[in-house]
C-alpha cells in the first residue's frame, strides 16, 4: 500500500483539445445529428420526481434508528444524490428548457440542488463551461488536480484516501486554481439551499439532514458511480484525454458514460448521446473505454504509474473567455 507512483508532473502538451475538430468532422459527415441538438422535454419530470423520491425518504428516514438511517444513506440516498448531481450537469447546459430560456434551467437547477444538501449548482455552471471550452486549461479547468494533489497522493492508501475526498476537492479545488467573484445566482442559490436545510431540521429533525449532507459526500466518494469522475479524462493510455463508459450505470447517470460523445456534442442531451454514438460509430468504437466504474477504481488505486498527476494540460493561447 506504500508504493511511490512514478509520476512527477501533469502530461503536457501543445495541441488543441481534439473535440472541436471531431464535431466538425462528424457534423459534415452527419448534418442529421444536428436534429439531436436541443432540450430534453423529459428532463424536468425526471429530476422533479427524483427530487420527490428524496423528499419522502427525508421523511421515512426520521423515525428510524441511526444504523438503518447509516444504510439507507449509503445504499439509496447517496446512489440518488449522485444521480441528481449530474441532472444538475445536464441543466447546466441548457438541455431542461432550452437556450432560449437560461434563467429557467439557472432556477431548475437550483431546485434539483436542494435534497443535496451543499449549494454548488451555480458555481458548477460557471466552471463546467470552462471545462468545456479550454479542457486541460492550466489555471482554467478545476477539473484538473492541483499540484499539491498529485504531489501528496502518490501512493496505493493515499489515492484511496483522495477518492474518498473528491467531495472536498471538487469544492475547495476551484478556490486555489481559479477563483471567481461570487456571483448574485450563487448567493440566491446558497440563500435559497440553506433556508432548505433550516427548514427540513425544524420540520423532521436532524436524520434526514444527515441523509441529505451524509448521502451526498459518500456518493461522491468511494462509491461505484464516483467511478466516472477518474473515467473521464484521467490518461489510462498516453495520449488520450477522454474515455467514455458503456455499462449499465449510465441508467441512473443520465449518460454521463457517454463522455467523449458529450464533449464532441455538449448541447445534445444525454438521452440521445447513444444516437451519436450509433451514427457515427466509427469515429468512437476503436477509442479507448470502460464497461466497469467499479474496475476503474480499483485500477486507478492499484495502478502505480497512475495517480492525480495523471491528466493531460496544456496552456492556452490567446483570449480566454470564461463564464
Known amino acids: 500500500m506504500g508504493n511511490q507512483v512514478a509520476r512527477e508532473d501533469f502530461e503536457w502538451v501543445y495541441t488543441d483539445q481534439p473535440h472541436a475538430d471531431r464535431r466538425k468532422e462528424i457534423l459534415a459527415k452527419y448534418p442529421e445529428i444536428k436534429s439531436l441538438m436541443g432540450p430534453d422535454p423529459r428532463l424536468k419530470w425526471v429530476v422533479c420526481m427524483m427530487v420527490v423520491i428524496q423528499f419522502i425518504a427525508f421523511y421515512l428516514v426520521k423515525d428510524l434508528d441511526w444504523k438503518w438511517v447509516l444504510f439507507w444513506t449509503y445504499a439509496f440516498?447517496?446512489?440518488?444524490?449522485?444521480?441528481?448531481?449530474?441532472?444538475?450537469?445536464?441543466?447546466?447546459?441548457?438541455?431542461?428548457?432550452?437556450?432560449?430560456?437560461?434563467?429557467?434551467?439557472?432556477?431548475?437547477?437550483?431546485?434539483?440542488?436542494?435534497?443535496?444538501?451543499?449549494?454548488?449548482?451555480?458555481?458548477?455552471?460557471?466552471?463546467?463551461?470552462?471545462?468545456?471550452?479550454?479542457?486541460?486549461?492550466?489555471?482554467?479547468?478545476?477539473?484538473?488536480?492541483?499540484?499539491?494533489?498529485?504531489?501528496?497522493?502518490?501512493?496505493?492508501?493515499?489515492?484511496?484516501?483522495?477518492?474518498?475526498?473528491?467531495?472536498?476537492?471538487?469544492?475547495?479545488?476551484?478556490?486555489?486554481?481559479?477563483?471567481?467573484?461570487?456571483?448574485?445566482?450563487?448567493?440566491?442559490?446558497?440563500?435559497?439551499?440553506?433556508?432548505?436545510?433550516?427548514?427540513?431540521?425544524?420540520?423532521?429533525?436532524?436524520?434526514?439532514?444527515?441523509?441529505?449532507?451524509?448521502?451526498?459526500?459518500?456518493?461522491?466518494?468511494?462509491?461505484?458511480?464516483s467511478g466516472h469522475f477518474i473515467a473521464e479524462h484521467y490518461m489510462f493510455l498516453k495520449g488520450h484525454e477522454t474515455y467514455s463508459y458503456y455499462g449499465s450505470l449510465n441508467l441512473l447517470t443520465f449518460n454521463v458514460g457517454y463522455h467523449n460523445e458529450h464533449h464532441d456534442f455538449p448541447s445534445i442531451p444525454g438521452r440521445r448521446l447513444p444516437m451519436v454514438k450509433k451514427i457515427a460509430a466509427e469515429y468512437y468504437d476503436d477509442l479507448p473505454q470502460y464497461t466497469s466504474w467499479l474496475r476503474v477504481l480499483y485500477d486507478f488505486i492499484m495502478d502505480d504509474t497512475l495517480s492525480p498527476y495523471s491528466r493531460v494540460k496544456r496552456r492556452l493561447k490567446g483570449d480566454v473567455k470564461q463564464e
Request: charged share 15%; net charge positive.
Open 77 to 225: 440516498g447517496s446512489c440518488i444524490n449522485h444521480s441528481m448531481t449530474l441532472a444538475i450537469h445536464e441543466v447546466s447546459h441548457n438541455t431542461a428548457f432550452g437556450n432560449n430560456r437560461a434563467m429557467w434551467n439557472r432556477y431548475f437547477a437550483m431546485f434539483a440542488n436542494l435534497p443535496i444538501g451543499l449549494p454548488y449548482s451555480a458555481s458548477f455552471k460557471r466552471y463546467h463551461l470552462d471545462h468545456h471550452r479550454y479542457l486541460g486549461g492550466d489555471g482554467i479547468d478545476v477539473d484538473i488536480p492541483t499540484d499539491f494533489e498529485g504531489w501528496f497522493f502518490c501512493t496505493r492508501f493515499r489515492k484511496f484516501m483522495w477518492i474518498i475526498l473528491q467531495p472536498l476537492f471538487y469544492a475547495f479545488r476551484p478556490l486555489c486554481i481559479n477563483p471567481k467573484p461570487v456571483s448574485q445566482l450563487e448567493v440566491v442559490n446558497i440563500s435559497v439551499q440553506l433556508t432548505f436545510n433550516v427548514l427540513l431540521y425544524w420540520l423532521w429533525g436532524a436524520k434526514p439532514v444527515f441523509y441529505m449532507m451524509a448521502g451526498s459526500l459518500l456518493g461522491m466518494g468511494l462509491h461505484p458511480i
